[in-house]
Nanobody
Framework: VQLTESGGGSVQAGGSLTLSCSYS?????MGWIRQAPGKEREGIAS???????RYAESVKGRFTISQDRSKNMLYLQMNNLKPEDSAMYYC???????????????????????WGQGTQVSVSS
């Protein structure tokens, strides 16, 4: 499976960005993970193909994950960005079954099978 992120960039605090991830084939569980320099990977949003969505507390209410299966695209709408949101953002996927997606994406992202190359987000104060 190929995952390709785009849409990163530099914004000021309070601004918005939308990240996109194109994928080559359907995978049931997808999500967004970020990693800042010197910090561990943080799973921030997961989505199962039949709907269930979960967010990490750090982004809840500010970020929205969505998927367009007709276009093989995954999105992350990020609003009210903060300097602490600065990180490399990765699209990831796994074929785990229903109900387990958030457990892996948010709980144990290092266990996910498929990863994109990442897109950088920088938020200045």
């Amino acid at each position: 499976v190929q995952l390709t992120e785009s849409g990163g960039g530099s914004v000021q605090a309070g601004g918005s960005l939308t990240l996109s991830c194109s994928y080559s084939e359907f995978i049931y569980c997808m999500g967004w993970i970020r990693q800042a320099p010197g910090k561990e990977r943080e799973g921030i949003a997961s989505i199962e193909s039949d709907g269930p969505i979960r967010y990490a507390e750090s982004v809840k209410g500010r970020f929205t994950i969505s998927q367009d299966r007709s276009k093989n695209m995954l999105y992350l709408q990020m609003n009210n960005l903060k300097p602490e949101d600065s990180a490399m953002y990765y699209c990831a996927a796994d074929s785990v079954g229903p109900g387990y997606c958030s457990h892996y994406v948010i709980g144990s992202p290092e266990a996910l099978d498929e990863w994109g190359q990442g897109t950088q987000v920088s938020v200045s104060s």
